[in-house]
């Protein structure tokens, strides 16, 4: 692996993590702006909920690309350090192919999967008081 070339890659990925907060950002204000603006002259407020969606829907957006830059950073931060492409649950390296489908991974295959099950069948779950500490 040369890692010139992930820190290359998650470089461009910050720059586009960037990129979609401001357009995202200049988004959610030009609802809010507008939703001001039509408050103002109409007490009625026909497009309220609309707005209201909208502005949901463009706040998952813009916390959804904040969680992405985080990931990304602490990639790099990973990068530094020697950590990077290690999974954060179980260490085991992280597989190069996912690492070039999701460069800012955290985890494993195995351990972000869908197909990562506990081991306890759900029958004979523990109580929660005796869930076990998280490293
Ligand atoms: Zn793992």
């Known amino acids: 692996m040369v890692s010139g070339d992930r820190r290359d890659i ?11 907060i401001q357009a995202v950002t200049t988004e959610l ?4 702006t507008s939703s001001e ?3 103002a002259d109409d007490e009625h ?12 829907q463009v706040g998952t957006l813009l916390l959804a ?11 790099l931060i990973r990068l530094d350090t020697g950590r990077y492409a290690r999974c954060e649950e179980c260490g ?14 955290r ?8 197909t990562h099950s506990p081991r ?7 109580p929660k008081a005796l869930k076990p500490p998280r490293r």
Not at 29 to 32: C, L, P
């Open 10 to 20: 998650l470089e461009r990925e910050r720059d586009v993590a960037l990129a979609r």
């Open 65 to 75: 690309a904040q969680t992405y830059l985080e990931d990304v950073d602490q990639a």
């Open 120 to 126: 306890t069948p759900a029958s004979s779950k523990p």
């Open 92 to 105: 085991d390296e992280i597989g190069a192919e996912r690492l070039d489908a999701r460069p800012a991974a």
């Open 29 to 32: 204000e030009d609802i809010v």
């Open 45 to 56: 407020d026909p497009e309220g909920s609309t707005i209201a969606f909208e502005r949901a």
């Open 107 to 114: 985890t494993c295959l195995q351990c972000a999967g869908p």
């Open 37 to 39: 603006a039509s408050n």
